[in-house]
């Protein structure tokens, strides 16, 4: 590797420190963009004369999976320094899925809730694989925060707990099946974004902290992965003001804040490198998000970034034509400036760049034998959406399925039976269809009578609500949820008022909790309470083929097999659930549902 630092000029380092999204392309001669799946001459021309070295895609870039192994396989076409691309994704699993096609796993806190380390370890593997299958080596994955905050309105159930040693076993764990898979695992979002109350895409977060209490508590899940090997960190936009006291004006109004941790040597540098030894690439989250950008101009904060320790800047800045070219250029200037003046060492650059070439080396990316893109086609094709993959997948997610009360009414009988079914949006209902035909197909189910109703908008009950549950004789209500929810709104009001108004007949309710798990203290007195952790429906197109490779939400129709007695659950609460107010707010010293609570169904 020192040979090829050695051999690289100053814009070809700093394009190994940086990592761009094409998600939508507008070429020249088109009026609109679009997304982006097909490789361009301009794309391309633009990163062979920018040097760029690395590529994020998004779930725009995915439209089946021979057209995605295609476009990676044109991305690295592109190079010609002879250094492959990292091409990285963010497939955490679960809420947070950008392939189109293939397994998308049931996410983190389902998976914790297994209460099973094989599970997780599975889940990364299988993952791992159906990237690697279609060229993609490196995952945005797991998420290791620690949702210790119920109201977190970004990271929730994309953390596996609420309690360290929990999140640090899972987390580490499913990066170990990333990275035997031959995919770089990314833990993130250092140093931990679980306790804030504001989402960094839009804002800048603040942790309250010291720094005794963040090495505890935060810092145990990425300690345990770098300790067990895992090839990447990603920092958050995050301040931590007892820790780090730099001050810098912001832009956006004018006053002194804390700098976040990506921009801080003391977090990326002193804690990360020299506590913690991590060895690996450091990567930033996306630099146009409001936690950085609304607060400090892109010129100043990339330096920034450097200095304090930052390997590689995800998405600096928006490009979506060759208009934005300039942009790119100036960016890369502006860089290129600091060196030679001395605001940034080249001793600093070097060191990243050799760490980039590295991780590269260690995915086998420059020994990696020359694949024909068709040969390669074929290979995906049968790797993605696999059938043992997919059975993996439905295990997984059933036994994360969490049963908190069970008045005897779980499992339902719904052969003979009419069975009533409320769900916000209509995929729900494709859930539905979905999974009771794969348990027909399967003989484990006959023909169900049942009536869907779609809650969507609606606050109260009409007569139709009314009549459906006077008649049925199994009742099974979806909610879905969202953080800091005020109990007005129709995805509260409407489930609250089918419960009561059943209870008020004589009916009994089975409530599946879709998504936050935390609104299931406002149901604790129907006869059946489940939880599934992702409220992701099915396409109509896979309800018409059953065996599609498309990627489709695996929670709900597990929870459906639960309630139906035909898979077995045990999972157990990760978190805490307690007491929600009217204005969706919470009193975590009322705990209603302590962590570990959950009834085993076989």
């Given at each position: 590797?020192?040979?090829?630092?050695?051999?690289?000029?100053?814009?070809?380092?700093?394009?190994?420190?940086?990592?761009?999204?094409?998600?939508?392309?507008?070429?020249?001669?088109?009026?609109k963009?679009?997304?982006?799946?097909?490789?361009?001459?301009?794309?391309?021309?633009?990163?062979?004369?920018?040097?760029?070295?690395n590529?994020?895609?998004?779930?725009?870039?995915?439209?089946?999976?021979?057209?995605?192994?295609?476009?990676?396989?044109?991305?690295?076409?592109?190079?010609?320094?002879?250094?492959p691309?990292?091409?990285?994704?963010?497939?955490?699993?679960?809420?947070?899925?950008?392939?189109?096609?293939?397994?998308?796993?049931?996410?983190?806190?389902?998976?914790?809730a297994?209460?099973?380390?094989?599970?997780?370890?599975?889940?990364?593997?299988?993952?791992?694989k159906?990237?690697?299958a279609?060229?993609?080596?490196?995952?945005?994955?797991?998420?290791?925060?620690?949702n210790?905050?119920?109201?977190?309105?970004?990271?929730?159930v994309?953390?596996?707990?609420?309690?360290?040693?929990l999140?640090?076993?899972?987390?580490?764990?499913?990066?170990?099946?990333?990275?035997?898979?031959?995919?770089?695992?990314?833990?993130?979002?250092?140093?931990g974004?679980?306790?804030?109350?504001?989402?960094?895409?839009?804002?800048?977060?603040?942790?309250?902290?010291?720094?005794?209490?963040?090495?505890?508590?935060?810092?145990?899940?990425?300690?345990?992965?770098?300790?067990?090997?895992c090839?990447?960190?990603?920092?958050?936009?995050?301040?931590?003001?007892?820790?780090?006291?730099?001050?810098?004006?912001?832009?956006?109004?004018?006053?002194?804040?804390?700098?976040?941790?990506?921009?801080?040597?003391?977090?990326?540098?002193?804690?990360?490198?020299?506590?913690?030894?991590?060895?690996?690439?450091?990567?930033?989250?996306?630099?146009?998000?409001?936690?950085?950008?609304?607060?400090?101009?892109?010129?100043?904060?990339?330096?920034?970034?450097?200095?304090?320790?930052?390997?590689?800047?995800?998405?600096?800045?928006?490009?979506?034509?060759?208009?934005?070219?300039?942009?790119?250029?100036?960016?890369?200037?502006?860089?290129?400036?600091?060196?030679?003046?001395?605001?940034?060492?080249?001793?600093?650059?070097?060191?990243?760049?050799?760490?980039?070439?590295?991780?590269?080396?260690?995915?086998g990316?420059?020994?990696?034998?020359?694949?024909?893109?068709?040969?390669?086609?074929?290979?995906?094709?049968?790797?993605?959406?696999?059938?043992?993959?997919?059975?993996?997948?439905?295990?997984?997610?059933?036994?994360?399925?969490?049963?908190?009360?069970?008045?005897?009414?779980?499992?339902?009988?719904?052969?003979?039976?009419?069975?009533?079914?409320f769900?916000?949006?209509?995929?729900?209902?494709?859930?539905?269809?979905?999974?009771?035909?794969?348990?027909?197909?399967?003989?484990?189910?006959?023909?169900?009578?049942?009536?869907?109703?779609?809650?969507?908008?609606?606050?109260?009950?009409d007569?139709?609500?009314?009549?459906?549950?006077?008649?049925?004789?199994?009742?099974?209500?979806?909610?879905?949820?969202?953080p800091?929810?005020?109990?007005?709104?129709?995805?509260?009001?409407?489930?609250?008022?089918?419960?009561?108004?059943?209870?008020?007949?004589?009916?009994?309710?089975?409530?599946?909790?879709?998504?936050?798990?935390?609104?299931?203290?406002?149901?604790?007195?129907?006869?059946?309470?489940?939880?599934?952790?992702?409220?992701?429906?099915?396409?109509?197109?896979?309800?018409?083929?059953?065996?599609?490779?498309?990627?489709?939400?695996?929670?709900?129709?597990?929870?459906?097999?639960?309630?139906?007695?035909?898979?077995?659950?045990?999972?157990?609460?990760?978190?805490?659930?307690?007491?929600?107010?009217?204005?969706?707010?919470?009193?975590?010293?009322?705990?209603?549902?302590?962590?570990?609570?959950?009834?085993?169904?076989?």
């Amino acid at each position: 590797m020192e040979n090829i630092l050695k051999r690289l000029s100053l814009r070809e380092k700093i394009g190994q420190m940086l990592m761009f999204d094409f998600r939508k392309w507008q070429n020249s001669d088109e009026d609109k963009q679009s997304d982006y799946t097909v490789m361009s001459d301009e794309v391309k021309g633009m990163i062979q004369r920018n040097k760029l070295g690395n590529v994020i895609l998004f779930a725009e870039n995915f439209e089946s999976v021979e057209q995605i192994t295609r476009l990676n396989h044109a991305f690295q076409s592109c190079i010609e320094n002879d250094i492959p691309m990292l091409i990285g994704v963010d497939q955490e699993g679960g809420r947070v899925v950008r392939m189109s096609n293939g397994c998308s796993l049931p996410g983190n806190m389902s998976v914790a809730a297994t209460d099973s380390v094989d599970h997780a370890y599975t889940a990364g593997l299988i993952t791992g694989k159906e990237l690697a299958a279609v060229g993609i080596n490196v995952d945005f994955a797991p998420s290791v925060d620690i949702n210790n905050n119920p109201n977190n309105p970004v990271i929730n159930v994309r953390s596996f707990s609420s309690d360290q040693n929990l999140t640090a076993k899972y987390g580490t764990a499913m990066a170990k099946g990333l990275q035997d898979a031959g995919v770089a695992a990314t833990v993130k979002h250092f140093p931990g974004h679980g306790n804030a109350s504001v989402d960094s895409h839009i804002g800048l977060p603040c942790i309250d902290v010291t720094y005794d209490e963040l090495m505890n508590f935060e810092i145990v899940p990425f300690k345990d992965a770098i300790d067990n090997g895992c090839k990447m960190v990603m920092c958050g936009h995050i301040q931590f003001p007892n820790i780090e006291p730099t001050m810098l004006m912001s832009k956006q109004d004018k006053r002194e804040i804390p700098i976040s941790a990506t921009l801080s040597k003391r977090f990326l540098t002193d804690i990360l490198r020299d506590e913690l030894g991590f060895k690996g690439v450091l990567i930033t989250d996306s630099m146009q998000m409001q936690g950085v950008s609304s607060h400090v101009g892109s010129e100043l904060a990339n330096i920034l970034a450097i200095n304090a320790g930052v390997d590689i800047l995800l998405m600096c800045t928006a490009l979506r034509s060759l208009k934005d070219e300039p942009k790119l250029v100036a960016l890369i200037d502006n860089i290129v400036n600091a060196v030679e003046d001395g605001r940034i060492p080249m001793s600093r650059i070097d060191e990243s760049v050799m760490r980039v070439l590295t991780l590269k080396k260690e995915l086998g990316l420059f020994d990696a034998p020359a694949v024909d893109v068709d040969t390669a086609v074929s290979k995906a094709l049968s790797a993605v959406g696999c059938e043992e993959n997919r059975a993996a997948e439905r295990l997984i997610a059933a036994e994360g399925v969490t049963v908190l009360n069970n008045n005897g009414v779980l499992p339902i009988t719904a052969e003979g039976k009419k069975t009533l079914l409320f769900a916000g949006y209509a995929n729900k209902v494709n859930a539905f269809q979905f999974t009771l035909g794969r348990l027909k197909e399967e003989g484990k189910l006959g023909d169900v009578d049942y009536t869907s109703y779609v809650y969507a908008n609606k606050k109260e009950l009409d007569d139709e609500a009314k009549a459906a549950i006077a008649s049925a004789d199994n009742i099974i209500l979806l909610t879905e949820t969202e953080p800091n929810m005020a109990h007005s709104n129709w995805y509260i009001a409407f489930p609250k008022a089918v419960c009561e108004y059943a209870k008020s007949i004589g009916k009994r309710v089975v409530v599946i909790s879709a998504f936050m798990p935390y609104d299931a203290v406002l149901y604790r007195d129907v006869d059946g309470l489940l939880l599934c952790y992702c409220a992701k429906g099915v396409p109509g197109a896979v309800v018409k083929d059953i065996h599609s490779t498309l990627a489709y939400g695996v929670n709900i129709p597990a929870a459906f097999e639960v309630v139906l007695g035909k898979a077995h659950c045990g999972g157990k609460l990760t978190i805490d659930l307690p007491e929600m107010d009217e204005n969706g707010k919470f009193d975590p010293s009322k705990v209603v549902y302590p962590l570990g609570s959950g009834i085993e169904l076989n």
